[in-house]
C-alpha cells in the first residue's frame, strides 16, 4: 500500500491535501480521474464547494473502480484537519477483478446467409478480443467491440454496425455475461473506377496502377495499396481512393480516384551537338517529361535514359554513341 501527497488548492479557508492509499494501478487511476483531484489549482474553490466534493469521493472512486473490473472494494474515506488544511485520506482494497464468464456473439445480415462465409464468421468468433476467463475493463470491452467492427467493415461489408451490445455483471461473482449482435449489411464488390481531378495526364495512368480488379471483394487493404501506388507514382502531389456504398443500392460500386497533379514547371532548353554542324534546341519539362518512376506505365517517346546523360531520339542524331548527348538538369 503506498500513500502519495494529492492536491493543493487554496481559496479563502479551502486548503486541501488528497492521499490515496492503494495498489499502485488503483492509486495512479484514482489521483488522475477523481474529481476532487482535478479540482486542484483552481481558484474558484471555497469551503462550500469543498465540502461537496469530499462528499462524493466515495461514489466516485467507486464508478471509477468499476471500470477497471473492481467491483466489490473495501474503500473508506477519512476527513482530518490541521490548522487551516484538510487532509482527504482515501484508502482502497481493491479485491479480485471481475472476469468473463461467458460471451455470446450473433451475426446477421449478408454474412450468415452465405455458406461460403461460415469459416469467416468462426474466425471472427476466435478472435473475439475478451474470451471466457479474461478480464473485465471498460477499456478492454470498447476495443473488443471496435476489433469485431473492423474485421467486417474493413473486409466486404463497409455497412457493418453492432445492433446490440450489453456486459452483465454478476457482483457477488465477480463476473460479466457478454451479449453481442452484430448485422454485417450486405457484401460489397470493387466496380469500374471514376477518376477526377486530372488536367494533363490521360486517365489510363490511373488505371494502370489499380491492383483492383472489377468484381473483386471489397477491403480498405486493397484501396490503402491502391492510394500507395498513386501517390509513389512521381505524378501526383495528393491522392484519394474510396467506395460509397449505400444499403439500398447497388453491391457492385465505383472505385472513387481523386488524383491532384503535381504542379507543371516551366519548361528550359537544351542545347544538343550533333555530328553535323546544326545545333538543335530542344525543350525539357521536368513535370511533361519526367524521369520516369520504376514500373511507370507511361513511357516517353522522346527520351531515353542512359546512366546519367540523355540521348535524343532525332532524325538529327542517328549516331548517338558518336558523342551525340545532351545534359538534362537534375
Not at 216 to 239: K, W
Request: overall charge neutral.
Amino acid at each position: 500500500m503506498l500513500g502519495t501527497p494529492g492536491a493543493w488548492a487554496q481559496q479563502a479557508g479551502a486548503t486541501w491535501q488528497v492521499q490515496i492509499e492503494a495498489p499502485d494501478d488503483v492509486r495512479e487511476l484514482l489521483e488522475k480521474h477523481l474529481e476532487i483531484s482535478r479540482y486542484r489549482g483552481r481558484p474558484e474553490v471555497d469551503a462550500l464547494l469543498l465540502d461537496r466534493l469530499i462528499k462524493r469521493v466515495e461514489a466516485d472512486a467507486r464508478d471509477l473502480l468499476a471500470t477497471e473490473g473492481y467491483f466489490a472494494p473495501e474503500l473508506s474515506v477519512e476527513r482530518s484537519k490541521a490548522q487551516a488544511t484538510h487532509l482527504i485520506t482515501v484508502r482502497v482494497v481493491p479485491g479480485e477483478p471481475a472476469r468473463i464468464e461467458s460471451v455470446t456473439l450473433e451475426m446477421t445480415g449478408a454474412i450468415q446467409a452465405a455458406p461460403e462465409e461460415r469459416t469467416r464468421i468462426e474466425a471472427i468468433r476466435q478472435a473475439w478480443r475478451l474470451p471466457p476467463g479474461a478480464r473485465f475493463r471498460q477499456s478492454a470491452w470498447s476495443e473488443a467491440k471496435d476489433a469485431l467492427l473492423n474485421a467486417l467493415v474493413l473486409d466486404g461489408y463497409p455497412l457493418a454496425r453492432l445492433e446490440h451490445s450489453e456486459a452483465r455483471v454478476t457482483p457477488a461473482t465477480a463476473s460479466f455475461a457478454l451479449h453481442l449482435r452484430a448485422d454485417s449489411g450486405p457484401l460489397f464488390h470493387f466496380g469500374a473506377i471514376s477518376i477526377s481531378g486530372l488536367e494533363r495526364y490521360p486517365a489510363q495512368l490511373v488505371e494502370n496502377l489499380s491492383p483492383l480488379k472489377a468484381g473483386e471483394r471489397y477491403s480498405q487493404e486493397a484501396l490503402l495499396r491502391y492510394q500507395a501506388a498513386l501517390s509513389a507514382s512521381g505524378y501526383f502531389r495528393g491522392a484519394s481512393v474510396s467506395i460509397s456504398p449505400a444499403a439500398d443500392g447497388p453491391t457492385v460500386v465505383p472505385v472513387l480516384v481523386h488524383v491532384t497533379e503535381l504542379p507543371q514547371k516551366k519548361s528550359i532548353w537544351a542545347s544538343v551537338t550533333a555530328p553535323t554542324p546544326e545545333h538543335v534546341l530542344m525543350p525539357h519539362s521536368r513535370t511533361t517529361i519526367p524521369s520516369r518512376p520504376a514500373g511507370s506505365p507511361i513511357a516517353s517517346s522522346r527520351w531515353k535514359a542512359s546512366s546519367n546523360r540523355w540521348a535524343p531520339r532525332s532524325p538529327l542524331c542517328r549516331n548517338p554513341a558518336a558523342g551525340v548527348t545532351a545534359s538534362m538538369p537534375s
